[in-house]
């Protein structure tokens, strides 16, 4: 299980909080990973390694660092990966995360769901199985970032152009914004 903290938006609270859902919601054997800039407050069970680099242009940090963990070589880690975002709850078993069969999965698009894009929230992959993504971004930055509006767009569109585009089954992951805010009247 991967996830990654940078800047100060989250402190190591949100990663000592999913690092317990995992725990209580995980079956079998698994390593916990944070890469980070800051591991201080991380409780001592969190595998921090520091956070893979990524000269991105002024003002593109958004979530486009979450990119890096497509690096051929990341960190020595091997294996499958389910990367899962900070601010996620977890309320279910998610052992079927690792079984559901897929070359690379994320979440469908809540709000439109007509379109490629995928949210990444939560994705799993191959550890260094799709270098090529990144290597891709760190050629043609600046393409990319006109063409695509973030990260999560723009990796929906290169897993779908090479064929390894798959969503997880619609009711494994909700939003809370669109799946449980109760919608204001309109009469």
Aim: overall charge positive; proline content about 7%; charged content about 25%.
């Amino acid at each position: 299980v991967l996830c990654m903290k940078w800047g100060t938006k989250y402190g190591p609270e949100y990663v000592n909080r999913l690092y317990g859902m995992v725990v209580r919601n995980l079956r079998g054997p698994f390593r916990f990973v944070c890469l980070t800039d800051n591991s201080m407050g991380v409780r001592p069970e969190v595998e921090c390694m520091p956070l893979p680099s990524l000269d991105l242009a002024p003002g593109a940090d958004r979530g486009w660092p979450k990119l890096t963990t497509f690096k051929a070589d990341l960190q020595g880690l091997q294996g499958t990966a389910l990367f899962l975002d900070l601010d996620i709850v977890i309320v279910g078993d998610i052992t079927p995360f690792f079984e559901q069969p897929g070359e690379f999965l994320i979440i469908k698009d809540w709000k439109r769901p007509w379109r490629i894009t995928g949210n990444s929230s939560v994705y799993r992959f191959r550890i260094g199985a799709h270098a090529d993504v990144l290597q891709h971004f760190v050629e043609n930055q600046q393409a990319v970032r006109r063409r695509y509006r973030n990260e999560q767009e723009y990796l929906s569109h290169a897993m779908r152009d090479n064929g390894r585009l798959a969503y997880w089954p619609p009711s494994w992951c909700r939003s809370f914004k669109y799946h449980s805010i109760t919608r204001w009247p309109t009469n």
